[in-house]
């Protein structure tokens, strides 16, 4: 029998009754009415564009598709308007940068009360693979008071579980050593970083004794979770997130049916990309999040571009948060190639580390005259880099659309280039094309 996940008896603690469909939407409307009074009072921006709003909006979950939607550029551009607490209040501002831009970059605000929230979130989450007296090596960014890790250590301390805060992985044998020296039962990481650890020589000694990875921060290939699991023979546990939503979204559960939402903080929707048209659960669309109990900086119905859908049966594990299915990636994250065909990221992901030895990639398209050429660069497995190019340039040969622009010539591939070492990374940026 599958365990439920804890996060239902917390959700319902958050809701003073039992979680049930009923009772979260019953939830979800009072909380919506309060944060949009709130930062009608609070926030000069929100002030303005939701002018002549009646009190007591929403009458009804379906009219939040009323309102207008929040926008990464609103983030870089109004960040300041958007407060409702005093700078003073303000704990903690995450600035984000869009890598190859020089776009201005995203400010989001947390107050105390913000962080107290996701400390919550981290405790309950992780109570649902470690346990008291367990070990967690924690491979995020936790430099920083209230980064990613350093709330992770906290919240993990909360619940008598060590952390070993390492940091994102530089060195994948001083991350081994550190893991097998403290005992750690739990590794919580970035994926690319978790299978440079699990298939790093001398990682076989951590067999038997890491229990489970949780793997976040990144969208997590089913060809790469596998891998890890096989190395290390532990459980796969994958959390979906970002800064905007409080660094804590959702986590799966021993069914691994999904990731049980935030559901007492955040308020979900899926809209079809282009129109902004809500879907019904069930259909894949762009994720839109609704922050229902933010203090410093609200958000509302903000564009995530992820893409992603609602999950309208109950998981197996019997909890009832509301759930949503694997995020597979972003809009726009994909190949464009001749003829209109999109091949999306997520699929190369899963096609290219099934292929033994590959760590990481980055790949490019670029136009050449009447061809596209496809630039690809491998991190290489120490050992494994003979013969790697060879089984890459198969791999792709036999994606269909890829396959088809390769062999009529609309596709030139270059010969794939092997890397030396990791590119660098400060553990927080995701993948992309």
């Not at 379906?62 to 308007?81: E, G, I, Y």
């Not at 020589?201 to 891998?227: C, F, I, M, N, W």
């Amino acid at each position: 029998m599958i365990a439920r996940t804890p996060l239902h008896d917390w959700l319902g603690r958050k809701l003073g009754q039992e979680p049930s469909r009923d009772s979260l939407a019953s939830y979800h409307l009072a909380r919506l009415r309060e944060t949009l009074a709130y930062v009608r009072e609070r926030s000069p921006y929100h002030r303005d564009r939701l002018a002549g709003l009646a009190e007591g909006f929403p009458p009804r979950l379906k009219d939040m598709a009323r309102l207008p939607f929040t926008t990464p550029d609103d983030l870089r551009r109004h960040h300041l308007a958007m407060l409702c607490v005093s700078q003073d209040q303000v704990a903690r501002v995450v600035t984000l940068r869009t890598s190859g831009t020089t776009a201005p970059p995203k400010r989001i605000y947390f107050s105390d009360r913000d962080l107290e929230l996701t400390l919550d979130f981290f405790q309950h989450g992780m109570s649902t693979m470690v346990e008291p007296g367990d070990c967690v090596l924690i491979l995020l960014p936790g430099s920083t008071p209230d980064s990613v890790g350093d709330l992770l250590a906290r919240a993990l301390a909360r619940m008598q579980v060590r952390a070993l805060a390492h940091g994102p992985v530089a060195d994948p044998a001083l991350a081994l050593a550190e893991a097998e020296r403290r005992g750690a039962h739990c590794l919580v990481g970035i994926p690319v970083q978790a299978l440079a650890l699990a298939e790093h020589p001398g990682a076989e000694r951590l067999q038997g004794r890491l229990k489970s990875a949780l793997l976040t921060t990144d969208y997590v290939p089913r060809a790469l979770a596998e891998r890890i699991r096989r190395a290390w023979s532990c459980e796969i546990f994958e959390h979906y997130g970002m800064t905007e939503t409080g660094l804590g979204g959702g986590v799966d559960c021993r069914a691994h049916a999904g990731y049980h939402l935030r559901g007492a903080d955040l308020y979900y929707e899926v809209v079809e990309p282009q129109s902004g048209t809500p879907l019904p659960p069930g259909e894949e669309g762009e994720l839109v999040v609704t922050t229902l109990t933010r203090q410093a900086m609200p958000l509302l119905r903000y564009r995530t571009g992820d893409l992603g859908r609602l999950l309208p049966e109950a998981c197996p594990c019997g909890g009832a948060t509301p759930r949503l299915d694997r995020v597979r990636g972003r809009l726009g994250n994909h190949l464009l190639l001749p003829g209109g065909a999109r091949l999306p990221m997520w699929r190369l992901d899963e096609v290219l580390f099934a292929v033994a030895g590959l760590l990481d990639y980055r790949i490019r398209l670029t136009a050449d005259g009447g061809a596209r050429r496809l630039q690809l660069t491998a991190r290489a497995l120490p050992g494994k880099e003979s013969g790697l190019g060879h089984e890459i340039t198969r791999a792709l040969a036999a994606i269909p659309e890829l396959g088809r622009s390769l062999a009529g010539g609309g596709v030139k591939l270059e010969p794939v280039k092997i890397a030396s070492q990791a590119w660098a990374s400060d553990g927080t940026s995701k993948r992309t094309l």
